[in-house]
């Protein structure tokens, strides 16, 4: 099975709702870029690269294009057998952007699935469940606003909810996760994510005034310095996310100590091969973890919902997917949804989602 054609299709994927709000930033649109690779025996096999708007991490949906038009004419020819072997090829032709090469990766998976008639998670090494959890994620809000939403999504069945903070006072910071605990209470766990947006002294204030609420702590500052002062002066557990910027930075920080679990994305990561790495150094150090990404389609869905297939329950802090942020599905016949705050995990062969024919229009390039 060779790589004959290789199209990228981009596609706007519209915030329901109107504004998704972050300390970081605030987005109202995000920029998919698709990749489905044409094999000489008629298979075709998709990825997606979705960056959240150029701010939230060193990516956006531009560079991603770029890289790939790096890649891409370099793949034509190759034989889908060895995903080493594609991604040498892949590095041979661009140094890093796994951003990029993450929606490579997906689409070669998703061949080599079909082409052996199993599902992704098979590949990834074996799926321990055929339902993982989701997560409700509470953008920046009023603290009687997110309280209300939280309880509600609670009711729906969502597990564990991250509740978002920072870019404003620390009272009213502090305010929101008094009144979503008051809400939910036990019934779901919570993470409190600032998106880099706390100062270390903002930080260690929050979590004083906090103090009796289980939660985690997720990304509160900018640099993985800074939340590496945060060591044995704060008292909630801290969980990096956006820090985790490559295989390196999650090896490093697990090493010096200073992650009790992640917030991964997999195309961040650099695809789900990648991500399988994390997931077992991970799994050695029983340090949890989610697999999300930072937005997308039903392709990114289902990538992110295989491989949290894979991580044993207990640590697995659930799949994050834009669903309930945006209208539609790439895949009307079998898309990737939530329910009752939970994802089944797609059993058919590859990744098990493709987008409608003609829904992306004209491809914005072919190889
Ligand atoms: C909740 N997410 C997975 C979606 C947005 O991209 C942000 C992200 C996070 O945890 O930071
Ligand atoms: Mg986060």
Redesign the pocket.
């Known amino acids: 099975m060779r790589i004959e054609r290789i199209n990228i299709y981009t596609t706007a994927l519209p915030v329901k709702g109107g504004v998704?709000r972050?300390a970081s930033d605030n987005v109202e649109s995000l920029d998919s870029t698709l990749v489905e690779i044409v094999t000489n025996d008629g298979l075709t096999g998709w990825g997606e690269t979705c960056p959240?708007g150029p701010v939230?991490q060193p990516h956006h949906a531009l560079g991603a294009r770029a890289a790939i038009a790096e890649i891409a004419p370099g793949l034509i020819g190759s034989e889908i057998a060895s995903i080493r072997l594609l991604a040498k090829r892949m590095d041979e032709r661009l140094n890093g952007h796994g951003y990029a090469k993450a929606a490579f990766d997906m689409a070669f998976l998703d061949l080599l699935g079909q082409r052996l008639a199993v599902p992704v998670s098979t590949l990834l090494g074996g799926a321990l469940t055929d339902r993982v959890p989701a997560?409700y994620?509470l953008i920046v809000g009023s603290p009687e606003e997110t309280a209300r939403i939280a309880a509600d999504k609670v009711k729906a069945g969502y597990p564990r909810l991250?509740v978002?903070i920072g870019g404003r006072d620390l009272e009213e910071d502090v305010a929101t996760v008094h009144k979503v605990w008051e809400a939910v209470g036990y019934k779901a766990r919570i993470?409190v994510?600032g998106?880099r947006g706390l100062t270390v002294a903002s930080a260690i204030h929050l979590d004083r005034l906090c103090q009796a609420i289980p939660f985690v702590f997720?990304?509160p500052c900018n640099t993985m310095d800074e939340v590496a002062t945060l060591k044995g002066r704060v008292t909630h557990p801290v969980y990096l996310?956006?820090n985790t910027e490559d295989q390196n930075a999650v090896l490093r920080a697990i090493s010096l100590g200073i992650a009790d679990g992640f917030?991964f994305?997999v195309t961040r990561l650099g695809g789900l091969t990648k991500m399988t790495t994390v997931r077992d150094l991970c799994a050695i150090r029983s340090l949890p973890h989610?697999c999300?990404?930072?937005?997308g389609g039903d392709i990114i869905a289902a990538a992110c919902v295989h491989l949290a297939a894979t991580v044993e329950p207990r640590r697995m802090e659930g799949a994050?997917i834009?669903q309930e942020y945006i209208d539609g599905h790439f895949d009307q016949k079998n898309p990737v949804v939530i329910e009752k705050g939970h994802i089944a995990v797609p059993q058919r062969p590859g990744l098990g989602v493709k987008p409608e024919p003609g829904m992306l229009g004209k491809p914005v390039a072919t190889y």
């Open positions: 998704y972050m959240i939230y997560y994620s991250q978002k993470a994510d998106n997720e990304q996310d956006e917030g994305k989610s999300d990404d930072a937005w994050w834009a």
